[in-house]
């Protein structure tokens, strides 16, 4: 679950319906712009399904017990989390080699220099997972390159829908959640290695510069529901998920800088 806070209660957006906007995302770069396209399906299922180990999770809400907030995908119990993503690429790699070896690769990008030994444990795994796959897939040099590109768009494609979700629509930049402030970390060379950048318009504008996406903007729909504080602390919080309808909120992304 993604969290956001205001004065009167909380936005919440379930990882998975976050996953399918990042394949929104993902589906509208410029052809131009893409490296492997050979390989744009298998890449686009990644994206879209990286989170889909979190679908039942969502509908679990967990408190923290002395806030009462709900928990995040960020303070979520790690060996819960460390599940779903197992589950996520088990699935996957089921239905297609690459898109599992995508994914794995975005999980275990998460326990870089981490101590953790769970953390650890998951990241040991991955990693002979994904020389496995690599070695099913037969990859050479210029595979591996092609593999640089489509994991960046995965994240890139990641954090521009968590860009969305997390920072208030059209909050002014200095109130933007700090990750995304100085822009995004994938660096492509199409665009001489500079990071892409956004920033709030409006409340239901964004703009992006460079611009990778075809055409000359991109609208997404974003599901959340709103939950105010007092109804958390009163009544069950599984119940009162289950029960409040979604809402639905339209961003537009355009050029600017």
Known sequence: MIVREDESGFFLFEQD????LSGIISEAWDNRYFTGID???????????HDRGWALLDREILLHHKTKRPLSFIDYPLRKKIAVYKQGVDE???INLYSALLMSLHYTSFFRGKLDIAGCTFREEEQNRQSRLRESLAFTEKDEQALKFHYDLLQFSDNLSLYVCMNEW???KEREVPWFSE???QRFGVFHNERVK?????????LVSPFPFSGTRLTITVPFKYI???TFQENDPNRIYRETPFLYHDVTFTEGG
């Open 39 to 49: 390989k744009r399906t298998s890449t686009g299922l990644a994206i879209t399904h």
């Open 170 to 172: 059209g909050a002014e």
């Open 228 to 230: 105010e504080k007092v």
């Open 17 to 20: 319906r976050h996953a399918h």
């Open 183 to 185: 822009g995004f970390p």
């Open 92 to 94: 996957i790699e089921q």
């Open 198 to 206: 956004a920033r709030w318009k409006s409340k239901t504008e964004v």
